[in-house]
């Protein structure tokens, strides 16, 4: 059973838009999130993080909301670049501790121009 | 400069031989893993070590084993009684404490076939 799920494999943005990638999680032990960023044979790079006490973080262009009572986040990327095109992971990590991530399987978003 | 390599990058095999990653971190992090990772598929955790000659398994050991001799040093070696070998090995590693929460830097990857 997937504890982490971003149900949508492909999401299309034209340039300058908004794109908002979406991950939801089961495991009310997860008490901290993660989003990455993964180009085709790379490993992925760290993009952005949020704490359980938090609702929202912001970095630049790329803000993650969390909904803990709807055990949702999001990604959202404004306005999207042709380098954002990438696959985008959610992870979730639970207690501390070094016991690895939990990933989704990626949304691979397509900006175009 | 710091950072994670793996080698080699790509890697062939014949069906039913032991193969061995390579993954090594000059970032003086605690904590290693390895993941691999499928087409249309997340990462998967094989095996994670929070120190020097311990480690645990993930989700999927099956078929696979390591060794952490070292700190910077994390081998992975993919034994001939795993099923189905040919993945995107993935090797991380972050530094322990709860004010880091866990977040892990990745290696490059190795890209196994076995034929």
């Known amino acids: 059973d997937q504890q982490v799920k971003q149900n949508s494999p492909s999401l299309s943005v034209q340039e300058g838009r908004i794109s908002i990638l979406n991950c939801d999680y089961t495991?009310?032990?997860?008490?901290?999130f993660l989003w990455y960023k993964k180009y085709p044979a790379e490993g992925p790079t760290f993009l952005i993080s949020?704490?359980?006490?938090?609702d929202k973080n912001e970095d630049g262009r790329f803000t993650v909301f969390l909904n803990k009572s709807a055990k949702h986040l999001s990604l959202h990327i404004v306005p999207s670049q042709p380098g954002d095109s990438a696959v985008y992971f959610c992870?979730?990590?639970?207690?501390?501790?070094?016991?690895?991530?939990?990933f989704g399987k990626g949304t691979h978003l397509i900006i175009q121009p | 400069d710091g950072g994670i390599t793996q080698s080699p990058k790509y890697l062939f095999r014949k069906e039913g031989q032991n193969v061995t990653l390579s993954c090594e971190q000059n970032?003086?992090?605690?904590?290693m893993y390895w993941y691999r990772q499928d087409p249309g598929q997340g990462l998967r955790l094989i095996y994670y070590?929070?120190?020097?000659?311990?480690?645990q398994k993930g989700d999927i050991a099956e078929g696979y084993s390591v060794s952490r001799e070292k700190k910077e040093s994390f081998p992975l070696t993919v034994t001939s009684a795993q099923k189905n070998p040919t993945a995107f090995y993935l090797c991380?590693?972050?530094?322990?404490?709860?004010?880091?929460?866990?977040?892990?830097?990745f290696g490059p990857g190795t890209r196994l076939t076995v034929l």
């Open positions: 949020i704490s359980s006490i938090k």
């Open positions: 970032l003086n992090h605690d904590a």
């Open positions: 070590s929070q120190i020097v000659n311990d480690f």
């Open positions: 495991n009310s032990m997860f008490d901290y």
């Open positions: 991380a590693s972050s530094p322990l404490g709860r004010g880091n929460h866990n977040e892990q830097f």
């Open positions: 992870a979730a990590s639970g207690g501390g501790g070094a016991d690895g991530l939990t």
